[in-house]
Every structure is written in C-alpha cells, then in structure tokens.
C-alpha cells in the first residue's frame, strides 16, 4: 500500500456523504423494517448467531438492502466481499470466487459473498455463480430494486431466502433525520445545527420511505445554510423545502412500479373507484408514462370491463386515444382523466370476455365443425350445384328483421355463449333478445362467486 492509498483509506469515511457515514453498524442501530428485523424475526436471528444461508434482498432504493449486508459484514466470522453488478463482470466475480476456494480449503474459513443491484448480471453471469452457492463455496447475498422472480435466475432463487424490504415509515425516517443532524460522531452535529420539528415532519414525509432521500436533503442544507446571528445554523421548513424540491416518484417504465401501479390503475376502473382511478393516473403522468400507453389501457378495460353494459365507454376510451396521438402533453392528460372517469364510473360487465372465452373452448374441444350449408358462400363457381346457400333466410324480410334461422353448427344448437349482464345497457339488450326470440334463456340468475373467492385477474 503507497503513501496515497493510504491516505484515501483513512479519509474516506470523514469525506464519504452522510447517508454512508449513518450507515448502522449493529442491527440494534437499524430504523424500521421489523417485519424481518424483530428480535423474534429468521433473520435477525441467523444474523446474530452467523447462521446465514443465501439471501436476496428485494425493496425500494433507500430502504436498507446494503445496510443490512453491512451489518452482516460487521457481526459474520466469515470472509465478507462486497461487488456491485452495475460496475464488476465475469472477471470480478471469477477472482472472488477463486479467493473463496483458497480460503475454504487453507483455512476452513466460510465467504459471504455480496452482490448489490444483482439484476444487472445477465443470465450467464448469474449462471456462472450456480455451481459455487450450490457447493458452498459461497454464501450468496443479492440485493434487487427489481422483482426477483422476473430478474434473478430461477435456479439462484430455489437456493435463497427472499426477504421483501418495505418503504420506510415516516417516524422512521424522522428518527433518521434527527440522528443525523445531531450526531456529532458520525452525523452533522459538529456543525451545531438544529432542525425545527415542522421541517423534520416536512422531510420525514417528502422522502416517501427513501431514507438515503432524506439525508442527502438534511446534508445539503446544513452545508448550505448560513448561521444565524446566534451563531447556529437554524434548518427550518423553508430551507427544508428548497433541499428536497419535489417529491421523486418511485416508479420504473421496466420494473415493479410499473406493473403494480397499471394494476391498482385497472382495478379502480374496474371496481368503479374514479377517485382512485384519477389518482393512479396522475403517478404515471408525474412519473413520465406514456400518455399512448395509458390509453391502450383504458381501452381495454372498457371493452373487458364495461363492455355492453355501456357501449359509449369504449367510443370514448378509443377517441381519448385517437386524441392523445394528436394532441400531446400535457393536454392529454385531461384527456385521459376524462376516459378513465367514464370508464370507472360505467356500469360494469364482463360478458365479452365471458363469451370469447366459453366460444374459444368450445372450438378447442369440438375442432372445425361443418358450417351449415346455407350459412356457406354461394357466390363462387359450382357452389350452387353444392347447395352452399341454399335455403338461406334473409333477415331483414323478416317482421322485425328477425327469422329464427339457426346460425350455430347442428352440433351445438342451443349453447348459450353471450349472457348479457343485468347491468346498464345489458338489460335492454337481455329484454330486446327475450321478446325477439320468444324465449326466456337470459332469465337465470348469474352465478356469483362464494364470499372470499376471487378469480383469475388478466391485470
């Protein structure tokens, strides 16, 4: 080691920011997250009798993923070693590993190998770690802003513990805050700063569970702030709200927001909540989500969701779309607000999705069955002498453009695969095809799920 390195060494946690400094260094300093780090909890326990076996960390940023390894590099008797998938590769991985074959066969020594952003390794790459974990040459720990079950191989996951970290509450992040501004040892209390109660509440609840958020503010503010005339350096709400600005939206086009984000967006349409619906629009909107791509789902939510039981619903999701493309943000959005409320305050039917299911079925099972002769096109050469048309009864000369021909093959007469709905429209359509037919096939009652069930969601 030269005169530099170590130099860098020895002042690299005076000069590292305030959010690595703060970083617990026992699980009795960690805030929050005691739905796995209670006394009583597996991994509180395997981490203070150094029982770990591989893990993965999975959680929002800000919320203790490289915190925890830190303090597991802090209590195991085992050789800790720490890369990140955004900067090291195949050749990073391939010297610790042969690392941690020296030290499990000179010294019996165990290595705890830690991987942050662990979705960034590509299949191969994760791959490549298989064969060690499985031997034990290491003991795996990924951490993972993204779903593991979409972004680590499946083979990795069968082999770890998968522990979910959740967005820090509010008083935890105040805690936080607090020790920040006044710790004099690790924090900015050498500053002789004080922070009022209301930018701490202001802080604490604009960091929406991002602890690492928070601190960079109170950081900021406190290098920033000249000290007032008693010589202190006074963080108030108005030095609160410039540090911080704006509220940055947890959400990423590829990743978990996304999709739960679209989800509880279709299930307020669909459980016509349009309070919530407009909501969830607005966290995309404000996250930067296509305007086109939201459309596309109004649509259809309008036609799997609404459907007959309001036709106009769908007129108006697939105008708000044709008028998204030629309009552009941020008038769009009005736009959008407008089909999502409609959409979310229709009556509601499923029917459609209903009867192309049943009809899909149906074909699967019975294959191509013969369509009636006089259902078949008679305009082509010879169809005639076939008898394709013949026999056909033209609609519309009918009372009521109505001639009670059979249009089902022979085989299935009588299968029943639309059932409109009583609801909205659908019971005029039900009253309309009862007095047209002469028949009562529409009047039982829909069968309804027992109390408790749930069915298959498409969303």
Known sequence: MDLFEYMRESNSEEESPLAARLRPRTLDEVVGQEHILGRDKLLSRAIRADKLGSLIFYGPPGTGKTTIARVIANTTKAAFVQINATSSGKKEMEAEIRSAQDRRGMYGKKTILFIDEIHRFNKSQQDYLLPFVEDGTVTLIGATTENPYFEVNSALISRSVIFELKPLRTEDIRKLILRAVYDEERGMGAYGAKIDEDAADFLADLAGGDARRALNAVELGVLTTEPSADGVIHITR?????????????????????????????????????????????????????????????????????????????????????????????????????????????????????????????????????????????????????GRGIGYQYAHLYEQHYSGQPYLPEALRGQDLYEPSENGYEQQIRAHMRALTGQDKYSRPETLLPHGTTQDDPA
Do not use: W
């Open 238 to 386: 108005e030095v609160a709200e410039e540090c911080i600005q704006k509220r940055a939206p947890r959400y990423d086009k590829k990743g978990d927001n996304h999709y739960d984000t679209i989800s509880a967006f279709i299930k307020s349409m669909r459980g016509s909540d349009p309070d919530a619906a407009v909501y969830y629009l607005a966290r995309m909107l404000e996250a930067g989500e296509q305007p086109e791509f939201i459309a596309r789902r109004i649509m259809i939510c309008a036609a799997e969701d609404v459907g007959n039981a309001d036709p106009m619903a769908l007129v108006v999701a697939v105008n708000c779309s044709l008028a998204c493309e030629r309009i552009g943000m941020p008038e769009s959005q009005i736009l959008l607000a407008q089909a999502c409320e409609y959409v979310a305050s229709a009556p509601k039917s499923n029917t459609a999705v209903n009867s192309i299911s049943k009809a899909t079925e149906l074909v699967r099972q019975t294959g191509s069955l013969p369509i009636p002769p006089y259902l078949q096109d008679a305009h082509y050469g010879g169809s005639a002498g076939l």
